[in-house]
């Protein structure tokens, strides 16, 4: 069975939210869309969007695809994935609190502790430590997939530095500018006051020690760094210093900045940077881009991380599979977005069903990420499958499995004109001590390649620009 | 603003200053070292411009002798060579990419592009042509890039930093050309080289792009000590000490006025241009070109590390 088009469904009849798109497609010529399509790969050149793709020589500076034809979202599909989204951000940020606190849903038995407590992502400095206002993860992107006309399904939480958000604006500005025509056949939500919204947010998480202006900035690895360009955008858009670990200072636990007028002090910090690294002297001590103290002077309150640190203890793909239950708990509701059927190969059930089903699913290592390190059954020879089976018997906590999904597609232009891709959204939820912030709309991902299921940027997926219309 | 970010800035600026000064120093020993020997005098010009860019030391370590190939290669192409054209350049784009946010669109596409062009030269010219359409684009470049900065910059502390890259490496490449060539700008009575010497005084003149201004200053044949006024002394020449420092002390004091606080730099800087405003040749002479010019070397170095401490630290 043909996998759920964003544009015709299974049917084969355009859905209402692409009628305006599917005529506009029908009547712009070729050469037109072809035309635009480099303008728009010029564009991206010029502004410097680039991205780094690790393992790969001499390419450090990359462009990643951009496909001109929009993802298309109803007001009611998008309205339904926003109260989803709240409610499971809202789920994972009591989730955090709880696991370093009271341990509430540890001592229920509905999260194993050793899943928790031997999660190399568990950072026990974290421990009856009170973060500002009670918010651990300020920032979160969640990965959703479609399967049918009504299945949004979450394939991932990313609570720690999710990153992408550059690309959702700055597909939208070249949209904008390549194709007006388009814009004024449709209603479409704005998504440029993300920057204003990730600001407020910010300030908002702001410790009471500071003052009534806060002094946020974005810390980044630096320049050698894949999501450099997208730091440097969001501090520019943001009005921020972007800031390196040696930019940065500790005194009598007060974090500081070196600025040409002496030593500023700095209340909140956006950091691009993984716990291993922000601090020598608490986790890595070969980490050379954090800032020596910077634990210290977080854990007596005086600064705010954003996001806060061992917030991966709620992304791991092994405590994935709990997040239906971990809403119910907290929140005492059936979660609104679903997970993805997940056998926890830790179980001894359901490792005896993966193994006996490799061929047809996908298998992920609980600690992966950015599309590394997984099986894609279907797809997979015989020898990588054998390969595979070996390393889950050696070691079957470490993985997890899922059913191959048929990803919904969405029209793509390709070498052969346009055809259907595999796509999936990358909504960012902002959480501050106020209210939660989503802009509508989100990253979508497109696998180039035909019946490709991989949309990951560093395995050679591309973007499309989201809209969310005002219907 | 951040220290860092100024100071990425402040030697953003230096670089691409330096590349253009060593593309001068090659051009003007291409052509001098063109000039029949019994002409131009018995000199290992090559070995002069090594001197001129100050890497003598470096040099050597890695060559055995200065001609025109191993030159060319250690200060144009060399990327072990700190000094080189294309180290500066890649220097120059990776402080930019540093702070792309603190540069306009017009700088950063002026850095970027070089930083490209500079790709297709690969190791080095494959003529003597192609060598010189390299200098020239090498100076052009730094053309855009400073016209970028000067057109399109915002004046506030970033365009000052900038303005102080440029300003106090120009002092120390025109320092350098007057500490290598001092002998021959002597006055008159102590001068022992004969009228060929003028192949070199143009020469020097021409390193600092100033052959046409000293006949429109002077309106005389060219004379030894006067390029050494022009070049020390004369406010109106661009790449004078004096015309520098002018500069140096006007930025520092935009940049006191806007943080609200004089400091050493500030005083430093006005010491220097006010010694070169109250000098005559003639005295300067008298006490010694030679001891005055490095006296200013070893300022502006000075300057150069107090400004450091004071603001990019």
């Given at each position: 069975m043909p996998a759920f088009d964003e544009m015709t469904g299974t049917e084969g009849s355009v859905r209402p939210a692409y009628t305006e798109l599917s005529g506009w497609l029908g009547e712009v010529p070729p050469d037109v869309l072809d035309y635009r399509r480099r303008e728009a790969e010029v564009l991206f050149r010029r502004i410097g969007i680039t991205f780094a793709v690790y393992?790969?020589?001499?390419?450090t500076e990359r462009l990643i695809p951009f496909d001109v034809i929009p993802r298309i979202l109803a007001g009611s599909e998008w309205r339904l994935l926003k109260r989803g989204l709240e409610q499971r951000v809202k789920a994972i940020n009591l989730y955090i609190k709880d696991v370093y606190g009271r341990r509430d849903i540890l001592r229920a038995g509905i999260v194993p502790e050793d899943l928790v407590f031997q999660n190399p992502v568990f950072r026990p400095e974290m421990n009856g430590q009170k973060v500002p206002h009670d918010v651990y993860v300020h920032i979160a992107g969640v990965d959703i997939v479609r399967v049918d006309a009504d299945t949004f399904y979450v394939l991932e939480d990313n609570a720690r530095t999710p990153s992408g958000v550059s690309y959702m604006l700055e597909n939208r500005e070249i949209m904008l500018r390549l194709f007006p025509e388009l814009f004024s056949r449709h209603r479409i939500a704005p998504v440029d006051n993300y920057p204003d919204e990730l600001l407020a947010t910010l300030r908002s998480v702001?410790?009471?020690?500071?003052?009534?202006e806060p002094n946020v900035v974005l810390l980044t690895p630096?320049?050698?760094?894949?999501a450099y360009y997208e730091h440097s955008f969001l501090a520019d858009k943001l009005g921020i210093e972007l800031v390196e670990g040696r930019d940065l200072f500790i005194k009598d636990e007060i974090v500081y900045m070196r600025t040409t007028q002496g030593p500023k002090r700095v209340d909140v910090i956006y950091r691009r940077l993984d716990d291993d690294f922000i601090d020598p002297l608490a986790f890595r001590p070969d980490s050379a881009l954090g800032v020596p103290g910077l634990m210290s002077s977080y854990q007596a309150g005086n600064v705010t991380l954003a996001n806060a640190v061992g917030t991966g203890i709620a992304d791991d793909k092994a405590v994935y599979s709990y997040m239906p239950e971990i809403v119910k708990f907290f929140l005492g509701e059936e979660p609104i977005l679903k997970n993805v059927p997940t056998w926890r190969c830790r179980e001894e059930e359901h490792l005896a069903y993966v193994l006996d089903n490799l061929e047809q699913l996908v298998v992920k290592?609980?600690?992966?990420?950015?599309?590394?390190?997984?099986?894609?059954g279907p797809s997979a020879d015989k020898a990588t499958i054998s390969e595979f089976r070996a390393k889950l018997k050696a070691a079957p906590k470490n993985f997890i499995a899922q059913p191959t999904l048929a990803l919904s597609t969405c029209p793509t232009c390709v070498e052969s004109g346009i055809a259907p891709r595999h796509v999936d959204l990358r909504p960012f939820v902002l959480s501050g001590r106020d209210e939660v912030r989503i802009v509508p709309g989100g990253l979508t991902r497109v696998a180039m390649k035909q019946g490709s299921l991989v949309v990951n940027s560093s395995q050679g997926g591309g973007t499309k620009d989201t809209w969310v219309l005002d219907d | 603003m951040l220290s860092r970010t100024a100071d990425n800035l402040y030697w953003l600026a230096r670089y691409v200053e330096r590349a253009e000064y060593l593309a001068r120093i090659l051009e003007a020993t291409q052509r001098l070292a063109s000039v029949p020997i019994p002409i131009a005098g018995g000199t290992n010009e090559w070995e002069s411009a090594v001197a001129t860019a100050g890497c003598e030391n470096a040099f050597f370590e890695v060559y055995e002798e200065a001609n025109e190939e191993t030159v060319t290669e250690f200060l144009a192409f060399s990327p072990d060579n700190p000094s080189s054209i294309r180290s500066c350049f890649e220097v120059a784009r990776t402080n930019a990419r540093a702070v792309r946010t603190a540069l306009t669109v017009e700088m950063w596409d002026a850095i970027n592009g070089t930083w490209l062009e500079l790709k297709r030269y690969g190791n080095g010219p494959t003529s003597r042509e192609e060598f010189s359409r390299f200098l020239r684009w090498v100076q052009e470049s730094s053309l855009l890039f400073d016209g970028s900065a000067y057109r399109t910059m915002l004046r506030s502390d970033s365009y000052w930093f900038t303005r102080l890259g440029v300003f106090l490496e120009r002092a120390d490449n025109t320092a350098r050309i007057l500490d290598v060539k001092y002998h021959l700008l002597l006055p008159e009575a102590e001068h022992v080289g004969g009228p060929l010497d003028y192949f070199q005084w143009a020469a020097i003149l021409r390193s600092v792009s100033a052959l046409t201004s000293y006949h429109w200053v002077y309106?005389?044949?060219?004379k030894p000590w006067l390029v050494a006024d022009l070049l020390i002394l004369k406010e109106e020449m661009p790449r004078s000490l004096a015309n520098c420092y002018e500069n140096i002390v006007t930025n520092l004091d935009k940049m006191a006025g806007s943080y609200g606080r004089q400091g050493p730099a500030q005083r430093l800087a006005r010491g220097v241009r006010t010694r070169l405003q109250n000098s005559r040749m003639d005295e300067i002479f008298q006490r010694g070109l030679h001891e005055f010019i490095q006296e200013f070397i070893a300022d502006n170095n000075r300057i150069g590390g107090i400004i450091t401490q004071q603001y990019l630290a």
């Open positions: 393992g790969e020589a001499d390419s702001a410790p009471d020690s500071s003052t009534s630096g320049v050698y760094n894949s290592e609980v600690h992966g990420s950015g599309g590394y390190g997984m099986l894609i | 309106r005389e044949s060219v």
